[in-house]
């Protein structure tokens, strides 16, 4: 915990003040984008599957490597490092990871098969859905006629209206309309918990 | 006996209701399309065989209103709506997303309450063989008993749903809204957003290799930080962006070598 | 509004969706309306891949003259923010146009109006986050 905070104040002192050992903007400018755009990620043909990119359920957990077990039953193994960043529901750390998870992954694939992850995403849904009922901390959605239950975490769950700025406050949510969800699905349940709901116009 | 001459008039009136929209509708078509039906006679031929069971439905409809009672009249109820259990059974076997196709013009996968319903006036039907008077003969019993039969069929159509309960929810939520507790703080995506109508975000966005990796307040400012990769090696970006007033002209961006790759 | 000319790219908004084999709620979805859909590969739903497809997607009715682009068809995208282009295929019918008719999002000073396009996660995951729930980006053919 004390290097998370120490890490922390370096790197507030490093973009709130001023430090000599620190690339800026500015400094970044001067590099042509087209040198340093991943040439892995245009290599990938249309409708072709994507090496960089893992899909499936997380079957194993030893250290920073999960293994997935894919929709298709092929097997992956995912390194984390520092560098990964992880996310269920918020921003996390790689020990977020359970066994039995739903992921999605992008990185890097490296030679002996592995793929070395730049950002893993767990149980995250995207869901198109009508609300069919509200109640305390909790939202009835129906998703294409099956019913989905979102939770409504305190703290972390916002309303995007209209696309104005995302708020807190989601007391403007109205029975009967269509809605975007993303949220980290309960696994093995018809339940999410709700990261962002973006309420149609 | 008047309960089972009541069926004819609720039972009819339903096979009634449900011809309407397949004879009359100008959606009608298109909804077929998409109906489990379309998987059954294929899409060249699911309009008219859509109106054909629209019309049988009026058929034996207006058999069991109109006066004169007949057995028959109440078992082609019975093999209707045996055969609307045998339909849905294929439907949600064959084509779960696809509309039940059944009572309306809005989509409606085949689901419990689409079997609950067939299977009420499927014993409604069977009730109304028993039947020997006309349901005219004892009026106000039957308009009874039609109310409280016809509600259930409501509660068990979810494609009326929109009429009637959608819009008790939404008074219960105008009166007081579930959600109106929650205490109204800056939200973690709304800081996101701002961040990608920056010109720091610009500078660097070509560099970033995650999603947001870790984030903090401190005082006016939210830090977030992305792994990022220059020429010279891995980095972290932090970017610093204003918590409390929505100025994405005043985000700032530093890139910070890390050491190598750690693995966790 | 400007028909989306094959010559000219134009900028909308694009979400994205699974399809195919998959856990949790994508479970259901299927190959998509093109049977080959898979939130693996370089996938993409379009709002005009028929005429039953037009009918429920309506782009219409947000002022948008989407031509008619059937299974197989790729398109090249890349987020408004950044220059990385990637190349996907059509695989599915969507998004739902019409139910977010006027909707804007922006990134670096610009910005895109309506959702002409859906990717897979693996498509998107090469332009964007996946926790974000739409994006601004450029489409081509």
């Keep these: 915990m004390a290097d998370i905070l120490g890490r922390r104040r370096f790197l507030s002192s490093a973009v709130l003040g001023t430090s000599a050992t620190v690339l800026t903007a500015t400094t970044i400018g001067s590099l042509a984008p087209e040198a340093l755009a991943d040439p892995v990620k245009l290599d990938v043909e249309a409708g072709a599957p994507d090496p960089n990119f893992v899909e499936g359920r997380i079957t194993g957990i030893a250290g920073g490597l999960l293994m997935v077990t894919g929709s298709d039953r092929t097997l992956n193994q995912i390194h984390l490092t520092k560098a990964t960043s992880v996310w269920k529901l918020r921003p996390t750390t790689a020990d977020a990871a359970r066994v039995g998870d739903g992921l999605y992954a992008r990185g890097v694939r490296m030679p002996d098969g592995t793929l070395a992850a730049d950002a893993v995403w767990l149980n995250i849904v995207n869901l198109q859905v009508h609300i069919t009922s509200i109640g305390r901390d909790v939202l009835h959605l129906d998703h294409h006629g099956d019913r989905i239950v979102g939770h409504v975490v305190s703290g972390t769950t916002a309303a995007v209206y209209n696309n104005t700025p995302a708020v807190g406050d989601l007391s403007l949510l109205e029975v009967g309309r269509h809605a975007q969800v993303i949220g980290a699905w309960r696994p093995d349940t018809n339940e999410v918990d709700v990261a962002t709901v973006y309420a149609a116009a | 006996m008047w309960l089972a001459s009541a069926q004819q008039a609720v039972v009819g009136g339903v096979l009634l209701w449900a011809s309407g929209y397949k004879l009359l509708h100008r959606n009608a078509s298109a909804h077929a399309r998409r109906s489990v039906l379309a998987r059954l006679t294929g ?53 779960p997303e696809s509309s039940c196709g059944c009572l309306g013009d809005k989509h409606t996968p085949v689901r419990g309450r689409g079997f609950a319903r067939a299977g009420v006036l499927l014993v409604l039907s069977a009730l109304a063989v028993t039947a020997t008077e006309p349901w005219l003969n004892s009026p106000l019993a039957t308009v009874g008993v039609a109310v409280v039969e016809g509600a259930v069929v409501v509660a068990l159509s979810p494609e009326l749903d929109h009429r009637w309960l959608i819009p008790l929810r939404r008074w219960r939520v105008r009166r007081r809204h579930p959600l109106s507790r929650h205490a109204v703080e800056i939200p973690l995506e709304s800081t996101i957003q701002q961040l990608w109508k920056s010109g720091a975000y610009r500078s660097v966005v070509e560099q970033l290799t995650s999603d947001l990796l870790d984030h903090w307040d401190e005082g006016e400012w939210r830090l977030l930080t992305y792994a990022a990769r220059t020429a010279d090696g891995p980095v972290t970006a932090v970017f610093a962006v204003p918590r409390l007033a929505y100025e994405p002209d005043r985000a700032r961006v530093a890139l910070v070598p890390v050491a190598e790759d750690i693995f966790v | ?101 006027g909707e804007q999002s922006c990134c670096s000073g610009k910005c895109a109006k309506n959702r002409l396009l859906d990717l897979t996660p693996s498509a998107y995951s090469a332009i964007g986050n996946l926790s974000s729930g739409v994006m601004p980006v450029n489409i081509r053919s």
Excluded at chain 2, 49 to 55: D, L, P
Aim: net charge neutral.
């Design chain 3, 1 to 101: 509004m400007a028909e989306l000319d094959p010559r000219a790219p134009t900028a909308n908004e694009t979400s994205w969706f699974c399809c195919g084999a998959s856990w949790g709620p994508c479970g259901s979805a299927g190959g998509g309306a093109c049977g080959n859909c898979s939130s693996g590969s370089r996938h993409c739903a379009w709002p005009n891949t028929s005429d039953a497809c037009f009918s429920i997607t309506r782009p219409d009715k947000c002022g948008n003259d989407v031509l008619r682009r059937t299974c197989g068809h790729t398109f090249y995208v890349k987020s408004l923010c950044g220059t990385t282009e990637i190349a996907v295929k059509i695989a599915d019918c969507g998004p739902q146009t019409d139910l977010w008719c």
């Design chain 2, 43 to 95: 899409t060249e031929r699911v309009a008219v065989a859509y109106r054909a069971v629209g019309a049988v439905e009026a058929v034996a409809g207006l058999l069991l209103l109109a006066p004169p009672v007949f057995a028959a009249e109440a078992y082609a109820a019975v093999a209707l709506s045996a055969g609307m259990l045998g339909y849905l059974a294929y439907g949600r076997w064959r084509a």
